[in-house]
């Protein structure tokens, strides 16, 4: 076995362990499945390498590795820009924070959610007085709504419950910022003039801010936090999906 193939084969035992590890850990996402996937793939690539270059060497097969490859850049370039997306744009003096959600595994508030919850109870400390929506519905994995648990974490950490609007309808990234737009305008909170502070992980940066542009939030910012190592490679691939999901949706609709 060549150095090539040692590798190859470390990053499958790799995968297949974070992809079990997450399996019993939180939901089955899309994200998930693309893991499984890329392990089958680096595994069946070891077992019939041969093969796999045999027919990559012409024809059809060359399309497919050419095109393969451009794939593989071009999830590297949306990697590139969730990262220079993730960067905290928040004065520490917006008027409101939208806590974006993330899944629950019952009623279990995920690793994910947490860092996002723990990041708001931060900008608490630094802007006490700003309004805290917490944006979340009910997935079908989840025993109660996003928005009630982020609401009884964030209680539960010292912040008063007429401090905390709960937005609970909502089901994607888009609907987050779109229902919570409601939930500010019934508080008092223009989004088109006032200063909005959203809270969400490092790699779902570029998107919210684009989702929110769109519901017509004008003074928007970002406090990004982290993401588990054990997440991150299969939240990738899922966001990368969703960016292209974005730019589909707006070169149909026009939206910017």
């Known amino acids: 076995m060549n150095f090539k193939q040692i590798i190859i084969m ?11 590890w997450l399996t019993v850990r939180s939901n089955w996402t899309v994200g998930l499945f693309l893991m499984y996937l ?12 041969k093969a796999v270059y045999k027919f ?10 050419y095109g393969f490859f451009a794939g593989v850049c071009f999830f590297a370039g949306l990697c590139l820009l969730m990262a220079f997306s993730a960067r905290n ?3 520490g003096k917006e008027k409101a924070v939208v806590v974006l959600g993330a899944g629950l595994h019952g009623d279990e508030i995920s ?24 944006s979340g519905g009910q997935g079908p994995q989840e025993s109660v709504t996003e928005a009630w648990a982020m609401a009884q ?10 401090q905390i609007l709960l937005e609970d309808r909502s089901d994607s990234t888009e609907t987050n910022f779109r229902y919570s737009a409601d939930v500010l305008q019934q508080a008092g909170v223009d989004i088109e003039q006032d200063a909005i502070c959203f809270i969400t992980n490092n790699f779902h940066c570029y998107r919210a801010a684009s989702y929110a542009r769109r519901e017509g939030y004008q003074n928007i910012t970002c406090r990004s936090t982290g993401t588990a190592l054990s997440v991150l490679p299969s939240s990738a691939m899922r966001e990368a999906l ?7 949706k707006g070169l149909l609709t026009g939206a910017g």
């Open 111 to 134: 690793d994910t959610l947490r860092r996002r919850l723990d990041t708001a109870l931060d900008y608490h400390k630094q802007n006490p007085d700003a309004l805290i929506v917490v």
């Open 56 to 65: 990559c060497s012409a024809g059809f097969g060359r399309l497919l590795k």
């Open 10 to 20: 470390a990053l499958a035992f790799l995968f297949l362990a974070d992809s079990i």
């Open 89 to 91: 744009t928040s004065t």
């Open 242 to 248: 969703a960016i292209c999901a974005l730019w589909a």
């Open 38 to 49: 890329v392990t089958g793939g680096l595994f069946f690539f070891l077992r019939y390498e």
């Open 153 to 162: 974490y964030l209680q539960k950490h010292g912040i008063s419950e007429d």
